[in-house]
């Protein structure tokens, strides 16, 4: 990845273009560019096909990333719903077994992986760990999205890495809560009616208001665009949101666990 980030900056400087032009032409927002070409982030194939026509490189950077080795910092799968939640207008997100990796801190991020099975090396820990908290530089966007977040009361009942990482995160969230654009709702436990049983999912609106939605299985995610099926979970989301806590509510019960600590 760095190597292939080290190429795009040579070749962009060759044909004379600034990271702000390159990323204006690639569709792009400035930092992702930055990031794939520090290596932090993989390069796209429709981008490397794109580079390699705009910069006359001869096709080298599509042949490097066809022959770039799998790299688990983000599944490939993943990779096109992270570059739409980075330039998201809006999220709708639904979690019911960890926090969202938008909402987690670097200690319950690395005590969400460590509980992976098969067990992960330390280094691949620390990577995901530290992409993971990249992510969040959505929330502290110069002109941050909207974003709704519903989770689950299990989720904040869990004491995943112990008890000092569960103080600090139900901190962070009570922070956070308060982040202009957010807004946090808890689903209580003990509900005689559910409609967030089909399981975690993010609904999307993009900077040119199409609509879309992300749902993930163990080891594979869906990125869906098609209208009725969209449709169906922002209508769950609407009635989940009427189900859970109000925002005042959820600040409320927060500031009561984070006095039980």
Known sequence: MKMVGALISVFRRTAGYTQRELAERLRVDEQTLASIEQGRRSLRTEYAVFLDELLDTKGALS???????????????????????????????????????LLQTPAYARAVFLNDVPALSEDEVEQRVAARVERQEVLHRKVPPTISFIISEVTLMDRLGGDEVHHEQLRRLREWADLPGVTLQVMPVGRDFHAGLVGPFTVIETQDHQRLAYTEAPRRGWLIADPDEVSYLERRYAMLRTQALNPLETKGLLDRLLGEQ
Do not use: T
Request: net charge negative; proline share 8%.
């Open 63 to 101: 042949v490097a990333v066809e022959n770039m080795p799998e790299v688990d910092l983000f599944p490939r799968w993943a990779e096109e719903y992270i570059d739409l939640e980075r330039e998201a207008l809006a999220l709708s997100w639904y979690d019911n077994q960890v926090l969202p990796g």
